[in-house]
């Protein structure tokens, strides 16, 4: 066998041996279950009923959903009905992976007008730190001095203790671009359809009103009422999530949509005989295979040499 061949074998499974690890959980793609698919019993008039999502250790969640003052219904719609999704181009899009177009992802639509409700969502199992994305969509503003002309939303959470997140851990990952429009992405067939193929750029303003909380509202000074977004990547576990929503003082409606990325690899488990060291067993094997195969192609290099 050529020196060159041998040696090249040898290389390639050394770079392969040495490269095994874990890897971080996946994003999106839609449909495979990162996005919660949000069911109830009626989903024209779902007020209670479930999320689930296919990361196996969170398993899913149960929501409830209160209406305080006013008038106000919960439903479910997919996203390509409601006109409204998160391209790879948005903030959460790029962070947990886009949900649409998509004929089976869903969302939670609140509709009301002058209303007042609690959303509360509570997980079979609290989602991990870095692994949960909330977005708010559609908090519609008009160009009016009076906040109530805009959708208000505060977002609190706790882990599995019932310990409060702090706003910055709220915030998490999103820290920076909290607040985006769905439609500020390119015009093409993926755009969502609420857009009417127009690129839209006004935003809401983002708050912390208490060291435990978020605030979001519409821009009361810009009347934009498609795209305006906000989103959450929370930095620490979550048990459960509160969202309070005071709505636009004529009919209005916000969208909430949950993420909760894929179980990661889990990493090659020790050898049943040796301690567990923080080594990967199989690659220190490969290794010294490898090595020992390095060894016995110099050993036949050399006597060949001397023939």
């Known amino acids: 066998m050529p020196r060159k061949f041998l040696a090249a074998v040898a290389l390639t499974a050394v770079v392969s041996a040495l490269g095994i690890g874990a890897s971080s959980g996946a994003l999106a793609a839609p449909g495979d279950g990162t996005w919660g698919t949000w069911s109830a019993t009626n989903p024209l008039d779902a007020p209670s009923g479930r999320i689930t999502f296919g990361n196996t250790a969170v398993g899913g969640a149960n929501y409830t959903f209160v209406l305080n003052s006013g008038s106000s219904t919960a439903s479910i719609d997919t996203v390509s009905s409601a006109g409204e999704w998160f391209t790879a181009e948005t903030a959460p899009g790029a962070w947990a992976g886009e949900n649409g177009p998509s004929v089976t992802e ?149 969208r909430i949509a949950l993420a909760v990325k894929q179980d990661p690899t889990p990493p090659t488990p020790p050898s049943p005989n040796l301690p567990d060291t923080g080594v990967d067993a199989v690659a220190v094997t490969l290794t010294a295979g490898v090595l020992g195969l390095l060894g016995s192609a110099t050993l036949l290099a050399v006597r060949r040499r001397r023939a």
């Open 106 to 254: 869903n969302v939670l639509t609140l509709s009301g007008a002058a209303a007042n409700a609690t959303t509360t969502i509570t997980f079979d199992n609290p989602v991990p730190a870095n692994y949960l994305t909330l977005v708010i969509s559609d908090l519609d503003s008009t160009n009016a001095t009076d906040p109530l002309y805009s959708d208000r939303v505060t977002i609190t959470a706790t882990t599995n203790s019932g310990a409060n997140l702090s706003s910055s851990e709220l915030q998490g990952s999103a820290s920076g671009s909290e607040v985006f429009n769905f439609c500020n992405v390119t015009v093409n067939a993926d755009m969502p359809t609420d857009c009417s193929g127009t690129v839209a750029t006004a935003v809401p303003v983002m708050q912390t009103p208490s060291p435990t909380s978020v605030y979001f509202f519409g821009d009361i000074a810009v009347s934009s009422a498609v795209g305006n977004s906000a989103w959450l990547a929370p930095s620490a576990e979550v048990k459960t999530l509160t969202i309070v929503w005071s709505s636009y003082a004529v009919l209005s409606d916000v």
